[in-house]
């Protein structure tokens, strides 16, 4: 699956129960967020003949870094990048980063986010595109946000989660959302199930349910997507994000 703007590609492996690679491609070069495992990561990057430069990490679960060390046994060389707050649970990264860190990688400018709540020290990955006209600004936002939901508060709060959720609803709505779990239709069953009436989220729960039925994912979603029907992203105010959160936790 690819979402192709001039050499740019960014291909999804399916892997696990519901885990999703992102390989993001120029040219020769691929950056891999969140490895899971190694192994359909080597078979695809060697069929398609491509140098892996760097591994973005958004935090330290053990299905988001469980591929990384052994992709690096086939490129020593690429750099893994992730938050300097997680560099004991993340040892191997060489790239240490934080909140508002700026730094190019295939060309294009990264700028981290921080986004704790499912851990204190997960991070997102922005990329404006501001030297290409065409591909629209993309989001590796790891468990902070998925499609229709986002990720259990595994160490953080609410407020904080909260607070994370906010900072990504600033940015542009075109923004896609390359998260790391299939979970929308599980989501938006639960979203209608709150709200039966609610046309949008019928509307994509139908959609959604369609597309994996066809064996298609439901990502790369759109902010704009997801500010008209995610729950999570909708709240208004901690106490109502607290609601939806422990309802979501509990169904």
């Known amino acids: 699956m690819y979402q192709r703007k001039n050499n740019y590609s960014i291909h999804a492996i399916p892997v696990l129960k519901d885990n999703i690679i992102w390989i993001w491609t120029d040219g020769s070069e691929a950056v891999v967020i969140d490895p899971a495992i190694s192994q359909p ?7 398609n003949n491509l140098k892996l430069t760097a591994v973005l990490q958004t935090h330290h679960h053990s299905d988001h870094i469980g591929g990384t060390q052994e992709l690096l046994m086939d490129w020593p060389e ?55 006209m065409s ?66 989220i019928s509307k994509r729960l139908t959609s959604t349910i369609k597309k994996r039925a066809e064996g298609l994912l439901s990502l790369p979603s759109s902010l704009e997507e997801e500010k008209k029907t995610n729950l999570f992203i909708r709240a208004k105010t901690i106490e109502e994000f607290k609601r939806l959160r422990l309802h979501k936790d509990n169904w």
């Open 78 to 132: 690429a750099e893994v990048v992730a938050s300097k707050a997680d560099l004991k649970r993340i040892p191997f990264q060489t790239i240490s980063v934080k909140n508002g860190t700026e730094f190019v990688l295939m060309r294009q400018p990264l700028i981290v986010i921080d986004v704790p709540g499912h851990t204190n020290a997960h991070v997102a990955y922005y990329v404006p595109y501001t030297n290409r």
């Open 41 to 47: 990561v080597k078979m695809w990057l060697k069929q």
């Open 135 to 200: 591909p629209k600004p993309s989001l590796f936002c790891g468990d902070a946000l998925f499609g229709a939901g986002c990720g259990r508060l595994f160490e953080g709060s609410a407020e904080t989660m909260f607070k994370s959720l906010g900072k990504l609803k600033q940015l542009p709505e075109s923004t896609q959302i390359y998260c790391a779990h299939e979970y929308t239709v599980a989501n938006l069953r639960w979203a209608h199930e709150i709200y039966p009436d609610n046309e949008l």
